[in-house]
């Protein structure tokens, strides 16, 4: 079975900082990883994803996430937080790419960006 | 930029009462999904749905749940005998045929079962 682990419920930085999210996940196979982020009383909204290939992956609103198969981690990152940044963000995993495999989601990491 | 439309957003519901709600996918998609949030929880699988039919189903998914697309381009998920615990943010979503771009989510409806 395929999960998602993102080990803190809420990560504080100050605006102009850079910020990490993390997440490892867990599958018998090759992953196919998303992040999503859910700023209030919204839905879904896709940020970034690896499918193959590079490593880094380049995302929207110059968010960034490195995955590592070793440490089976897909942390996202931005090298200077905004306070428009804050939300909740969401790490979900596929085995198959193709075809109607669910995302599997992990618990989501609420980010708050100080000014 | 094509959107997944979920209506309605907000439904208060009494117990026992059945609800639907409805999601019109993105055009040319052909996979549909749901998926509940509760309150401050993690956003949870409840179905899949290809080709007029049931793809996967979570253990959440049981007899009280039901999907359908009564025609080509709504995509309804229907709750038979609501309970309080039924109360949560339900997501639509779809997606393309090639898949590669992950899921489009609609805005969510937000079932209250009072």
């Known amino acids: 079975a395929q999960s998602v682990a993102q080990p803190e419920d809420q990560v504080n930085v100050a605006e102009g900082n850079p910020l990490t999210v993390k997440c490892t996940y867990s599958v018998s196979g090759n992953p196919y990883l998303f992040w999503y982020v859910q700023y209030p009383n919204r839905g879904l909204q896709f940020l970034l994803k690896y499918i193959t290939g590079d490593n880094l992956v380049k995302g929207s609103y110059g968010f960034e996430a490195e995955f590592n198969k070793s440490q089976t981690s897909f942390h996202l990152k931005k090298p200077s937080a905004l306070v428009s940044d804050s939300a909740l963000y969401f790490c979900?995993?596929?085995?198959?790419?193709?075809?109607?495999?669910?995302?599997?989601f992990g618990k989501g990491t609420r980010l708050s960006v100080i000014a | 930029e094509p959107e997944v439309t979920q209506t309605p957003s907000h439904q208060v519901t009494q117990m026992g009462q059945e609800v639907i709600l409805r999601c019109v996918p993105i055009?040319?998609?052909?996979?549909f999904y749901w998926y509940r949030q509760i309150l401050g929880q993690k956003v949870e699988f409840l179905v899949s749905f290809y080709n007029n039919e049931i793809s996967e189903k979570s253990e959440i998914f049981d007899d009280q749940f039901s999907v359908e697309r009564p025609d080509g381009s709504n995509f309804t998920l229907k709750i038979r005998s609501t309970k309080l615990e039924d109360s949560a943010m339900y997501f639509c979503?779809?997606?393309?045929?090639?898949?590669?771009?992950?899921?489009?989510f609609g805005s969510g409806t937000r079932l209250t079962v009072v």
């Open positions: 979900a995993v596929r085995v198959l790419l193709v075809g109607n495999t669910p995302l599997v």
């Open positions: 055009s040319n998609h052909l996979y």
């Open positions: 979503a779809s997606s393309a045929p090639d898949n590669l771009y992950g899921y489009t």
